[in-house]
């Protein structure tokens, strides 16, 4: 970097914090709810700029936090103790496994079975391929973990060379698939569990899978992944030129497994029945075959290859996403900017549309703030307020927050695609337009067309 180069980003950070004490200082008093803001405001600017790396900006919040005392250590590096942590690191465990045991291989020549033809035919492929695991794993950084090799090694063996657009377009189109999926199926990502931990201690409301499927995943889920195949398809697919396609290798015929395939297949299997029935809390399960992994004799990894290959950004950054929307809570700025905002946009009594389209909206702005798992511990206690100031029901009110939560605009606000771009070495530049666009089609045509199918059903 020069030293131009190094004035310019000097500078515009200091632009940043004069902007932000600007800005906040015109909303609420307080010194240390104006540095809070400030905070967050740059650690956003920096990621979605991508000026420095994620971990960098997030190692800054860390320090202006900390420093001036903004919010307690136990709130700042809460991070460090969540589930969510302990899942990036038991995973990145469990899939280097899957890598090293040759199961990866195994796995992508059986996707190659069925992903093969036009680009769009393996676009779509993979975006199947991320709804069956949304399925079946509740965890979206738990399915990413064990997904990623699993889609490298399906490129590698596709012809789709690392740094080609059709390469990052297959890829995202898996890790975007299972992750939109994921929000229209109940215990399949953590917003979700979020929404419905909230609805059940607070309202005491509890509503079905079926229920909630029918509701989120005809429009949100099933009409969001085909507009994410055509958005995918026309982005990167003009890359995939038909030599490429042609020049994808033969799918192995060696189907028969190792005696360490099979063990890991076991401990995989073990793995998933243990998240489908809930019986231990996914990071810890998690964990435990990751340490299996480890162990030597039964084990499948050397922890010396492993070590010396895995990098510890995507547990920092991490770590800081959750540390940021848990330090939003503690501090409040979570309930002033949804009063800010709810000012601002206004509900009106009776006027259904604008009420639903308001309640949709301010929940996606809330999630550019505290992230997206953040939404619904902001907006649900608020719940109540919303219901009579727009005479939507109580149940209609809470479901709405789906809407603002399953709209992704920046992949910062969903640490499971930062951590699926570190691993594949895809800019992040790349997700962040193809979120952008996918944020524009859904609140340009989705939440128009959510609304409709929300009458239909009787929710409005």
Known sequence: MTNYARFFLYGFIILIFIAAFVIFNSMVAGIKLEIAFVSVFLTI???VSGIVMEYLAVLIFFLLITL????????TFSGFFSQGFWLIFSGAIIGAAIKQSGLGIKFSALLMRFCQGPYVAIVSGMVLFGIFMAFIMPSAMGRVMLMMPILLEFTEKSGFKEGTKARTGVILAGVLGTYIAGFTILPSNLPN???????????????SYLQYFILHFPVLGLVKLVLLIAVITKLFGQNSTPEMIASQKPVSTDSTLLAKEKRLIFYLAA???IWVTDYIPPAWAALIVAIICLLPI??????????????LAPLIYVAGIIGLSAVVNYTGLGNILANKLFAVTSLVPGNTAKNFMTLSLVSTGIGLVTTLPGVPAIMSPLATHIAKMSHLSLTTVLMTQVIGFSTLIFPYQAPPIIVA???SNIPVKQATLVCLIMAALTILLLFPTDFLWWKMLGWL
Do not use: C, D, E, W
């Not at 001036?68 to 709130?75: E, G, L, N, R």
């Not at 979020?194 to 509503?207: D, F, R, S």
């Not at 039964?298 to 990098?311: E, V």
């Open 45 to 47: 600017v920096l990621l």
């Open 68 to 75: 001036f005392k903004v919010a307690p250590p136990s709130v």
């Open 193 to 207: 569990i979020i929404l419905m931990g909230a609805m059940g201690t607070v309202y005491h409301l509890t509503p």
């Open 271 to 273: 793995l998933i029945f």
């Open 298 to 311: 039964i084990g499948l990894l050397n922890h010396r290859t492993f070590m010396k290959q895995y990098h």
């Open 421 to 423: 771009m570190r691993l």
